[in-house]
């Protein structure tokens, strides 16, 4: 089974649509994250979600939002794309109880904008 | 806030040779270190983790990585490295919100790993 799953892999689609990206952790972990991962491969964390508390990257455009249905699940949605948007998207979960910040990784979803 | 710094880009290094790579870390407390790696469109998998104890930690396909506190770094090391080594490979520190709970982990930009054969 796997710990940290995304769909889509992959995404191709319009500027100016509306698009979601789902992810889902049987791990039972209480936090869960999207990252963002450029061009040049940069990582940047976009948001954390934890017992229902987000924290959000004060760089992150309003034009994204997760969505937490439950604890396994913290969907990302994002309107209005722009061609900016384009990138590796990463979704992460970590058991915040022990503290040790370890994270676990989806295997990404790469969106292309048009 | 804490940063992370890979000093070094990309590095080329022959199969068989021995491979260090570079990490710097700025945390105001005692900090929580780990290496990823990312193979070509996967991914990131942990290769290894210092929380606190043993300053050589060992971890995963052969790599140790080694903390050293009076200098900030965290620098990973294999002693012979292979063909499937290439990749590229994250230093990160983790971070936690007041609540207590784990508030995301900060990367360095990577460094992307070359083998010649």
């Known amino acids: 089974d796997t710990a940290v799953s995304q769909t889509p892999k992959y995404l191709v689609t319009q500027m100016g649509n509306d698009k979601s990206i789902k992810c889902e952790q049987n791990?039972?972990?209480?936090?869960m994250y999207w990252y963002k991962q450029d061009s040049k491969k940069f990582l940047k964390i976009m948001f954390s979600?934890?017992?229902?508390?987000?924290?959000i990257n004060e760089t992150v455009p309003n034009r994204f939002s997760p969505k937490s249905p439950d604890k396994a699940h913290l969907n990302l949605h994002i309107n209005s794309l722009e061609l900016g948007d384009s990138a590796v998207y990463f979704c992460?979960?970590?058991?915040?109880?022990?503290?040790?910040?370890?994270?676990?990784f989806g295997e990404g979803s790469r969106l292309t904008v048009l | 806030a804490q940063s992370v710094t890979q000093p070094d880009i990309h590095i080329t290094v022959s199969e068989g040779a021995s491979l260090e790579l570079r990490c710097n870390y700025s945390y105001g407390a005692t900090p929580y270190l780990f290496w990823y790696v990312q193979s070509p469109g996967q991914g990131l998998q942990l290769l290894l983790k210092?929380?606190?104890?043993?300053?050589l930690v060992q971890g995963i396909k052969g790599f140790e990585a080694e903390f050293k506190r009076s200098q900030s770094s965290f620098n990973l090391r294999k002693p012979s490295v292979h063909w499937s080594d290439a990749a590229e490979y994250f230093c990160a520190v983790a971070s936690w919100y007041s609540g207590g709970g784990a508030d995301g982990l900060t990367f360095g930009k990577g460094t992307h790993l070359i083998i010649q054969p």
């Open positions: 979600y934890n017992n229902k508390e987000l924290i």
């Open positions: 210092y929380f606190s104890g043993d300053t």
């Open positions: 791990l039972g972990h209480d936090t």
């Open positions: 992460a979960s970590s058991l915040s109880v022990d503290n040790t910040g370890e994270l676990f």
